[in-house]
């Protein structure tokens, strides 16, 4: 098996599986669904700072990561758990109640957004 192309962007529905450890394809249609929008998202909100298309070579704009993609997939992930918890709580019949946190520090590191976002100077 060969590495993957460390600049290929956007991730698969296939990396995202492997990343939650599901085998089958029951949720894809779902899943599909929660990444395409973090996809959109990350491109969105990243926009000016990566080159996303990696067209040029030299990129005039950093390329995607390894680390982005892997974010951007922990993203889809998040929203696709909060989909399942819309009042932000879910139940364990070990744990009782817990809450789904809408934020994560660690996706946010790895996208560089929200508080790691780069400074933009316009």
Excluded: C, H
Excluded at 4 to 31: C, F, H, M, N
Excluded at 39 to 58: C, H, K, M, N, T
């Amino acid at each position: 098996m060969t590495a993957p192309d460390p600049y290929r962007w956007p991730p698969t529905l296939d990396e995202l599986k492997v990343d939650a450890g599901i085998k089958d394809s029951r949720q894809d249609a779902k899943l599909s669904q929660e990444l395409e929008a973090a996809v959109a998202y990350v491109e969105g909100v990243r926009s000016g700072q990566v080159d996303f298309a990696a067209l040029a070579d030299p990129a005039p704009l950093a390329r995607p990561t390894a680390t982005l993609r892997l974010g951007t997939i922990r993203l889809a992930l998040r929203w696709q758990a909060r989909g399942r918890s819309p009042d932000g709580m879910i139940a364990s019949s070990e744990g009782g109640a817990s809450r789904v946190s809408s934020g994560d520090l660690d996706i946010d590191r790895k996208l560089r957004i929200g508080r790691f976002a780069l400074p933009v100077i316009a």
